[in-house]
């Protein structure tokens, strides 16, 4: 059963930037749920360690590099994401849905899905699941997100 995941915060860009609005901070008021996209980033594109207040946030999954690109490390992979979001409070477990797949020798498209209640506050229709696609580059070491804005996906 989706959950409501409604919630403001400062409003920052893919690049870690905060944004202003009319000469001040922005917040995520305008949508509920980029706040969320923003925790899902923050977790899946660090590592233990790399925040001092909070040591333990952070999918670490540059411990996957080397692996081979299969369905076994994919699956592990997926593991470690779900596990390390819903650890930090960012998602209920049954609420979460995650897709791993090859696009390349050393890259995966991961898929979030999150089912979320649509409330006045957020840009969900009922029918709709929140979606945070990404890529990871095990070369590169880094994750590119390619869309700025939440995708809605129909549920059937």
Not at 53 to 61: R, S
Not at 72 to 100: E, F, M, P, Q
Request: aromatic share 8%; hydrophobic share 40%; glycine share 4%.
């Amino acid at each position: 059963m989706a959950s409501n995941y409604d919630n403001t915060d400062l409003y920052w860009s893919w690049n870690g930037d905060y944004a202003f609005a009319a000469g001040d901070l922005k917040d995520t008021s305008t949508d509920a749920l980029r706040s969320l996209m923003q925790d899902i980033h923050t977790v899946c594109a660090s590592s233990m360690r790399d925040w001092e207040n909070y040591p333990g946030l952070g999918a670490t999954i540059d411990d996957f590099l080397g692996e081979p690109n299969n369905a076994s490390t994919a699956a592990r992979v997926s593991d470690r994401l779900k596990i390390s979001l819903v650890a930090a409070g960012v998602a209920n477990s049954n609420d979460l849905h995650i897709k791993i797949v090859p696009v390349h020798m050393n890259k995966v498209l991961i898929v979030i899905g999150i089912d979320a209640i649509a409330t006045a506050f957020n840009t969900l229709s009922p029918d709709d699941k929140l979606v945070v696609t990404f890529v990871f580059d095990s070369v590169e070491q880094q994750m590119t997100f390619l869309d700025q804005t939440p995708q809605l996906i129909p549920q059937h």
